[in-house]
């Protein structure tokens, strides 16, 4: 059974820092792309981040998640985290963690809600004024 398991949402104010663990089971750590989407509140789910364990290519929504976010991996303990910084009242959000099966090489137009073959349970994040 594949599972993610997401942790380390919470409350903080403006410009605070959290760190987003997901802990992966039951699936090849280096056939799938892992990462991050999230949604906000009559929002649609979109992609912050995501990390293609097999080569280390770390990919970002923007330039704007890019400067505050870093996304990373561990193999050992089949860990995706998501370090986020300087965080923002509209950061504020539910945080899922996904995994994409793929073959050759992962690009950014591919992580997309849809495509996902995997979910976990989202944590929740909010930034207070």
């Known amino acids: 059974e594949v599972q993610l398991q997401a942790s380390g949402g919470g409350s903080v104010q403006t410009g605070g820092s959290l760190r987003l663990s997901c802990v992966v089971s039951?699936?090849?750590?280096?056939?799938?792309?892992i990462g991050w989407f999230r949604q906000a509140p009559g929002k649609e789910r979109e992609g912050i981040s995501c990390i293609s364990t097999r080569d280390g290519q770390t990919l970002y929504a923007d330039s704007a998640v890019k400067d505050r976010f870093t996304i990373s991996s561990d193999k050992a303990k089949n860990t995706v985290y998501l370090q986020m910084n300087s965080l923002k009242p509209e950061d504020t959000a539910v945080y899922y963690c996904a995994a994409d099966y793929y073959t050759g090489t992962y690009y950014w137009n591919s992580w997309r809600a849809p495509a996902m073959d995997y979910w976990g349970r989202g944590t929740q994040v909010t930034v207070s004024s």
């Open positions: 039951g699936l090849n750590f280096d056939d799938h792309a």
